[in-house]
Structure formats: structure tokens, C-alpha cells
């Protein structure tokens, strides 16, 4: 059984509050690998080596969602923040935005951005946490 993360505890029996990922690493012809991270039924975040990445919510902007993206996001040095002031603590209806968690700088959050989030050369930093990230995950606290 893999890590629990997100403050877990109990058993493992993919209840309500438990997401399955899906990874699916690929290799273009210039020789980029890039990961596909697959989550609440939509491709939450594709990265590859060249710092390029994708993250996307699939229209959930739930705290399940919220929980998984910082997940993810975290080997690559992002996180994403919830305005404290939006309908269910920010998580629901809030605004949401992307922040670098070295650089300081942050982005408004939107559906399928696309941006350039660290230098080539960070990748052999970057990947060791990304082939680690969990399978299952049961998130608690906050519900949908």
C-alpha cells in the first residue's frame, strides 16, 4: 500500500473520500518525457522535462480536487491557494490561484493553463517526487 497523504488514517476501501490517480509517462521524438496525471476523471496536470505544464481541475473546484492538485503539484515546487472569502471557504465558487512556492510569484488559476514552471535543468530534482506520488488517496477533512 502506497503513502497516505493529505492527513489519512483509516482503511484503504476507496470510499467517498478517496481519489484514484492514473500516471501515463510518455516520451515525444525530441525526447521529452512527460507525465500525465490522471484524477477525479480528467487530466489534472501533464509536466514534462523541458518545465512545460498543464493543470486543469476538470470543472472540480472542490476540496477533493483543491487537495490533489497541491498533491501533484508539490515536486515541482506549486501550490494552489483558495480565496478565504469565496463560498465553502474559498474551495467552492472562490477564486483560486497558482503559486510558486520558491519564487514567490502567482498566477490567477484557469482550466487548462498552460505555463512554463521551472528550468530544464530541475528536472533530475523534480522527478524522484513525481515517481513517488501515490495511487489512492483518501483526503480528510473538509467534504465536497
Excluded at 5 to 14: A, H, I
Excluded at 115 to 137: Q, T
Aim: net charge positive; with cysteine.
Amino acid at each position: 500500500r502506497g503513502p497516505r497523504r493529505g492527513g489519512g488514517g483509516g482503511g484503504g476501501r476507496g470510499g467517498g473520500d478517496t481519489v484514484r490517480f492514473n500516471y501515463k509517462w510518455s516520451v515525444t521524438a525530441e525526447k521529452t518525457r512527460i507525465l500525465t496525471v490522471r484524477g477525479l476523471g480528467a487530466d489534472l496536470m501533464k509536466i514534462s522535462s523541458t518545465g512545460d505544464i498543464e493543470i486543469a481541475s476538470g470543472g472540480f473546484r472542490t476540496w477533493r480536487c483543491y487537495q490533489a492538485l497541491n498533491m501533484i503539484l508539490q515536486p515541482a515546487g506549486l501550490e494552489v491557494d483558495a480565496d478565504p472569502e469565496g463560498e465553502g471557504a474559498g474551495y467552492k465558487g472562490g477564486k483560486w490561484s497558482l503559486k510558486h512556492t520558491k519564487n514567490g510569484w502567482t498566477l490567477p488559476f484557469e482550466d487548462k493553463m498552460k505555463m512554463s514552471a521551472f528550468p530544464a535543468r530541475e528536472w533530475k530534482k523534480i522527478l524522484p517526487g513525481l515517481e513517488s506520488l501515490p495511487e489512492d488517496v483518501e483526503f480528510v477533512g473538509k467534504k465536497d
